[in-house]
């Protein structure tokens, strides 16, 4: 139930915010069709389903975008000079605490709609994510170390050149350089993949075997959102901080070999996306 909706938060944050101001007004049908993919609602349960998430949709639009446009504004003031990472980390914690009070509504109405799933919901759901497992292993652990190096470095490319730009040879050495050195790998992430779902699906069990009160299946939920993003494991907790230190340190050191024009073209690109979450704010 949770793992759609954090998708959906990040969503809502900073990705594609174009598409956003097309898409937005459809993201309680597309937020449905998601969970429902992954979670198999009955014809009762669909009523209050689609009722949690027409709640969480209109809470967001009125009370959470100004604040994201004002954040995206200070980020495109930021980037049009040099950055250190501490400047990005605090960038960072401010997503993150916009998060955690998404995260707060959602786990308010998800709640309801927990209780009332019964095991054939849960089962829908463990098959449905060994299907999208075996679709993740393919994508990332297939082929030897080059070429999972090289599916990265793509992939990553994809990502900064749509706010960069194309990249000079030398930061794409660099980006390569920081990927190597990244204490990432791919059987790491299955692990914590892995870690996750069996986190929310045992979460699940408990709060529909359990009787739980609406309050108590709160507080679950709750747990498997902060255990995600610290997971009670020292080791992986550690890798974890490290992975999220490193990158404000990446791209700090990626930024500061920017040139003018791609400063600008970064600046230009988080503005137009403070200016499609206002225009998506207005009545």
Not at 152 to 168: I, M, P, Q, T, V
Not at 174 to 195: F, H, M, V, Y
């Amino acid at each position: 139930m949770i793992r759609p909706i954090i998708a959906l938060a990040a969503l809502l944050l900073l990705q594609a915010c174009s598409a956003i101001k097309l898409g937005y007004q459809q993201l309680p049908t597309l937020s449905y069709w998601w969970l429902d993919s992954t979670v198999s609602f009955s014809g009762n349960q669909t009523p209050a389903a689609k009722e949690a998430i027409d709640k969480l949709y209109q809470w967001h639009r009125r009370e959470e975008l100004p604040g994201y446009a004002a954040l995206l504004q200070r980020t495109a003031d930021l980037s049009a000079g040099s950055v250190q990472p501490e400047q990005l980390c605090r960038v960072v914690d401010e997503v993150q605490a916009r998060l955690d009070t998404l995260m707060r509504q959602a786990v308010a109405q998800a709640a309801p709609v927990a209780i009332a799933l019964g095991p054939r919901q849960l089962s829908h759901m463990a098959r449905h994510w060994e299907q999208q497992n075996e679709e993740w292993e393919k994508e990332w652990l297939q082929g030897d170390a080059d070429a999972r190096m090289e599916r990265r470095l793509d992939k990553a490319l994809g990502r900064y050149n749509s706010f960069y730009g194309e990249l000079s040879a030398a930061q794409t050495a660099l980006i390569k350089t920081q990927l190597a050195q990244s204490p990432w790998t791919a059987e790491w992430g299955r692990r914590d993949r892995q870690r996750r779902q069996q986190d929310l699906l045992s979460t699940l069990q408990r709060i529909t075997q359990s009787n739980m009160t609406q309050a108590q299946a709160e507080a679950q939920l709750w747990g498997v959102w902060k255990r995600w993003l610290q997971p009670p494991d020292a080791g992986q907790r550690a890798v974890v901080q490290s992975l999220s230190q490193r990158a404000c340190e990446n791209l700090a050191q990626l930024h500061n070999t920017a040139t003018p024009e791609q400063r600008l073209r970064v600046a230009r690109r988080l503005r137009g996306y403070e200016r499609d979450l206002l225009e998506l704010n207005r009545p």
